[in-house]
């Protein structure tokens, strides 16, 4: 399975905190992209990073990939209530499709 | 207009009912894709659809039937069912990557909520 992994499963912090989800994959990628899904919802892209960067920023998310070994964390600045939702790695096939992998998933709740 | 709409948002079927989910997007993407996805656990990709062909099917039971009518909508055809199959069902859009090129962001509707009885 190509399926990441991301950990912690579940975090907690209090609303100004940061926030880190880590993600681990498998195989070689041409991306990794960041997605958020609020609770029984559809998904919100939010950030993808190219193979060949280490770092991206988007707003208060910034986004690191390490391909040496195979992972990546999302950074969540100044949290709000509002960036309360799951958080997705997602990596593609390297095969020039555009199917995605879904990691595990970060459950954050970020309490006012 | 960057939204992809499914409908209907809640499904209640019998096993020996057929229904299907429909997904509609007016981005000119011509990727769209059926994932679903069970409580607590990450989407899986079911299909996937390249210029309205079948290019990806990840090994889904023949319950599930897609199809894509033109470059604008998805189907997927239910027939059969077992409970097991009670999932969130997602459907997103994207560009088509050409030869090597990088994967796109996919923009994903609000999903379909299935319950097989």
């Known amino acids: 399975s190509q399926q990441g992994e991301e950990d912690p499963q579940a975090l907690s912090i209090q609303e100004g905190e940061n926030a880190t989800m880590n993600c681990s994959y498998k195989?070689?990628?041409?991306?990794l992209q960041w997605y958020r899904q609020n609770s029984g919802r559809g998904l919100v892209h939010l950030i993808l990073i190219r193979s060949n960067e280490r770092e991206k920023h988007s707003g208060r998310l910034r986004v690191t990939l390490d391909t040496s070994k195979k992972s990546s964390s999302l950074l969540i600045t100044a949290s709000r209530a509002a960036d309360t939702a799951s958080y997705f790695c997602a990596t593609d096939a390297r095969t020039g499709a555009n199917n995605l992998f879904f990691g595990t998933g970060t459950r954050l709740t970020v309490i006012p | 207009d960057t939204e992809v709409t499914q409908t209907p948002k809640h499904l209640v079927m019998g096993m020996t009912n057929k229904k299907s989910l429909k997904c509609e997007q007016h981005?000119?993407?011509?990727?769209m894709y059926w994932y679903k996805q069970k409580a607590k656990k990450p989407p899986e990709l079911m299909f996937v659809y390249s210029y309205e062909k079948l290019s990806i099917n990840e090994s889904v039971p023949s319950r599930f039937s897609p199809e894509c009518p033109n470059s604008s909508l998805l189907n997927l055809h239910l027939h059969a069912l077992q409970p097991e199959d009670s999932a969130l069902y997602l459907c997103a859009s994207s560009l088509t990557p050409q030869g090597g090129e990088r994967a796109y962001e996919q923009y994903f509707g609000p999903g379909t909520r299935l319950t097989v009885t």
């Open positions: 981005m000119g993407h011509r990727a």
């Open positions: 195989t070689s990628i041409n991306n």
